[in-house]
């Protein structure tokens, strides 16, 4: 059981960075991948990005080159970097906890067995 609780939302101008975390509760973090995902109103949830437990990352082509997804198993926590922040990022962004390796299934949220509660991020122009 991994229970996932995610925090770094807020307010921020358009070209603005923001750091999310998620903080992962238990001993086997490191054998987890992980996953971001964001879900705007009325739209379905989206990929973001992803880190297996190897290290290897994976980003939706939208987010190349703004966003970045790190780990630190250390301290049981993954992080989303998100820098020149536009509009239409703003969403709940969430992340996920899979036993995954490859990252052709990452993207995909059926692969993903644990969900945080999510935190919002508003863009403003």
């Known amino acids: 059981q991994v229970h996932l609780v995610e925090s770094g939302g807020g307010l921020v101008q358009a070209g603005g960075s923001l750091r999310l975390s998620c903080v992962a509760s238990?001993?086997?973090?490191?054998?987890?991948?992980m996953g971001w995902f964001r879900q705007a109103p009325g739209k379905e949830r989206e990929f973001v990005a992803a880190?297996?437990?190897?290290?290897?990352?994976y980003y939706a082509d939208s987010m190349k080159g703004r966003f970045t997804i790190s780990r630190d198993n250390a301290k049981n926590t993954v992080y989303l970097q998100t820098d020149s922040l536009k509009p239409e990022d703003t969403a709940v962004y969430y992340c996920?906890?899979?036993?995954?390796?490859?990252?052709?299934?990452?993207?995909?949220?059926?692969?993903?067995?644990?969900w945080g509660q999510g935190t919002q991020v508003t863009v403003s122009s």
């Open positions: 996920a906890a899979s036993k995954s390796y490859y990252m052709n299934y990452l993207s995909a949220p059926t692969k993903y067995g644990y």
């Open positions: 238990g001993r086997t973090f490191s054998t987890y991948s």
């Open positions: 880190i297996n437990w190897g290290r290897s990352t």
